[in-house]
């Protein structure tokens, strides 16, 4: 998904968050300028609808260090609770 297909996944989003907390991070580098993490994201709120969620999801980011900056190069989600 590009950048444009991100930010419009974004304002399609009804939900209200009370909290979303990056979890359980590990990180493993591979090389100079090449770092994979490996994480849990836990978000609680309301849908639009004014029902009340918990979610868990499981991530890998890919990044890259490119002129000087890190960059996420691939990311994979996957939900595991809610």
């Known amino acids: 998904m590009g950048k444009s297909g ?3 996944e974004i304002k ?21 300028g090449v770092a994979v993490v ?17 979610r868990a999801f499981r991530f890998t980011d890919t990044w890259v260090q490119r002129g000087g900056q890190w960059q996420c190069v691939a990311s994979q989600v996957m939900k595991v609770k809610g």
Do not use: M, Q, W
């Open 6 to 8: 991100v930010i419009s």
């Open 12 to 32: 399609k989003d009804k939900d209200t968050y009370k909290s979303a907390v990056n979890e359980k991070l590990t990180v493993r580098g591979y090389g100079p």
């Open 38 to 54: 490996v994480g849990t994201s836990h978000e609680k709120g309301t849908t639009k609808d004014g029902k009340p969620f918990d």
